[in-house]
């Protein structure tokens, strides 16, 4: 069973401990606040501005002023706080944030992260991505394992323009959770009913797979 968007962002909340502060880049990692646990206690923070959100709001509850960088309404937490972008990329800079979620389009076997750009399609920007791949020391990708065209997203090496080089540490797919390693991709969990088969089917990069690997808890 390949796993849903909302089931990846479940599966990376486990990641998150007590007392984090935690980036939550554009995309399926937006949807993470959603499924922390209720006994403890974590502060999202937004390279826009924004210190303590919360999960997204009810429909016909939103603000239209509060928002993350991705420009999706979100709600706030009590003691919340605003700020320029100056003082959030500080943060950032300054090591502050104990991890980093991010997308990816494309994820090499050593650790590359392409995020930003497709040759010959107008973006708006990179926004914080260069930063928080260069300050953060521990970052986690949510991503789908394969494109539309059913070609592998975690590659031997990456073919898009970088994001930052060696700085991916685990990545949570629709079909796996894998470990960047020295040696490649480590397979620690796969999606309920997929096979080891099917992942390394999915995965041109090099992948590691021991025995009895665990299907993981969603």
């Given at each position: 069973?390949?796993l849903?968007?909302?089931q990846?962002a479940?599966?990376?909340?486990?990641e998150?401990k007590?007392?984090?502060?935690?980036?939550?880049?554009i995309g399926i990692?937006t949807?993470v606040?959603?499924?922390?646990r209720?006994d403890i206690?974590?502060e999202?923070?937004?390279e826009n501005?924004?210190?303590?959100m919360g999960p997204f709001?009810f429909?016909g509850?939103?603000?239209?002023d509060?928002?993350?960088?991705?420009?999706q309404?979100?709600?706030?937490?009590?003691?919340?706080?605003?700020?320029?972008s100056?003082?959030?990329?500080?943060m950032?800079?300054g090591?502050?944030?104990?991890?980093t979620?991010?997308?990816?389009?494309e994820?090499?076997?050593n650790?590359?992260?392409?995020?930003?750009k497709?040759?010959g399609?107008?973006?708006?920007g990179?926004?914080?991505?260069m930063?928080?791949?260069a300050?953060?020391?521990?970052?986690?990708?949510?991503?789908?394992?394969?494109n539309?065209?059913?070609?592998?997203?975690?590659?031997?090496?990456c073919?898009l323009?970088l994001t930052?080089v060696h700085?991916?540490?685990?990545?949570?797919?629709?079909?796996?959770?894998?470990?960047?390693t020295?040696e490649?991709?480590?397979?620690?969990?796969?999606?309920?009913?997929?096979?080891?088969?099917?992942?390394?089917?999915?995965t041109?990069?090099r992948?590691?797979?021991g025995e009895?690997?665990?299907?993981m808890?969603?």
């Amino acid at each position: 069973m390949s796993l849903s968007k909302e089931q990846i962002a479940q599966r990376i909340a486990k990641e998150v401990k007590d007392g984090y502060y935690v980036n939550l880049g554009i995309g399926i990692p937006t949807l993470v606040a959603n499924y922390v646990r209720d006994d403890i206690s974590v502060e999202f923070q937004s390279e826009n501005g924004v210190l303590g959100m919360g999960p997204f709001p009810f429909e016909g509850e939103e603000d239209a002023d509060v928002i993350n960088a991705g420009k999706q309404t979100i709600t706030t937490l009590p003691g919340a706080s605003f700020f320029d972008s100056s003082l959030s990329f500080g943060m950032i800079r300054g090591k502050h944030v104990h991890l980093t979620i991010l997308g990816a389009m494309e994820v090499a076997e050593n650790g590359d992260i392409a995020n930003w750009k497709i040759p010959g399609r107008m973006v708006k920007g990179m926004g914080g991505a260069m930063d928080l791949v260069a300050s953060a020391e521990n970052i986690i990708v949510a991503m789908m394992h394969t494109n539309k065209k059913g070609e592998s997203k975690l590659l031997k090496k990456c073919s898009l323009p970088l994001t930052g080089v060696h700085c991916v540490k685990k990545i949570v797919t629709n079909l796996a959770v894998m470990e960047v390693t020295n040696e490649g991709f480590k397979l620690l969990e796969r999606a309920p009913g997929v096979s080891v088969d099917e992942i390394r089917q999915a995965t041109e990069g090099r992948l590691m797979a021991g025995e009895n690997i665990p299907e993981m808890e969603v």
